[in-house]
């Protein structure tokens, strides 16, 4: 049982440019969130899912295209890397709705040099 | 902006001390879920609240949501260092579906 999957673990771009984050969760959960956590600002949602081809803005968006094609991917897409989105990534599932339990990926710690 | 304020920061404690982290928000809640999150790790889920007055324990773990549904405690007693972590709370506003985690408090148990 997998569970929620990120990868890469670790990248490291240039500014400038696109990467994309990926996110498998082998639940069928409905929900599926993309959060960035940096040093004093905990964790902030980018965006979120709540089903294939239903996505929506979270608080921090800007500079972030994700897609969902099918349920159990939920890609983040960096169409042109900054150094301020070096960041970790967090990938999350939730079963059922917003208010649900959230199943974090392991992350992906992204340096833009 | 920032919705869900978390405080301390920071926690230094010995072990066996008591710890206790505090949550608010703005806006009133719908819940209100804790995670921790261990040193390199990610943020695992501990428990959710709903209702207005709850309070649940999980052994040395002590969760209150608050009467009005915008703020919300954890309380730790007597500390181990396998609590060392980031607490985390994160709650729905009753408008909107957005969820807001805090700040975070990072707690470090000195043996």
């Known amino acids: 049982d997998a569970g929620i999957t990120q990868s890469p673990r670790y990248k490291i771009t240039e500014t400038g440019r696109q990467v994309t984050l990926m996110c498998h969760q082998t639940?069928?959960?409905?929900?599926m969130f993309w959060y960035r956590q940096d040093l004093g600002h905990g964790l902030r949602l980018i965006y979120y899912?709540?089903?294939?081809?239903?996505?929506d803005k979270g608080e921090v968006p800007d500079g972030y295209v994700v897609s969902r094609s099918k349920t159990e991917n939920f890609p983040l897409t960096l169409e042109s890397a900054t150094r301020s989105q070096t960041s970790v990534y967090f990938c999350?599932?939730?079963?059922?709705?917003?208010?649900?339990?959230?199943?974090f990926g392991p992350g992906t710690r992204l340096l833009v040099l | 902006g920032q919705q869900v304020m978390q405080i301390p920061q920071y926690q230094h404690v010995q072990e066996g001390e008591d710890f206790t982290t505090y949550c608010n928000s703005s806006t009133t809640l719908s819940n209100i879920q804790w995670y921790k999150q261990r040193p390199g790790g990610h943020p695992v889920f501990l428990i959710q609240?709903?209702?207005?007055?709850e309070v649940k324990k999980q052994k040395r773990l002590t969760f209150q949501f608050g009467e009005a549904k915008k703020n919300s405690s954890l309380h730790i007693t007597a500390t181990q260092t396998t609590d060392v972590g980031t607490y985390f709370c994160?709650?729905?506003?009753?408008?909107?579906?957005?969820?807001?985690f805090g700040t975070g408090t990072s707690l470090t148990v000195i043996p």
């Open positions: 994160a709650g729905k506003s009753d408008t909107g579906n957005q969820f807001y």
């Open positions: 999350a599932s939730s079963e059922a709705s917003p208010l649900g339990t959230q199943y």
């Open positions: 609240l709903v209702k207005s007055g």
């Open positions: 639940w069928s959960h409905s929900y």
């Open positions: 899912s709540a089903a294939a081809d239903i996505t």
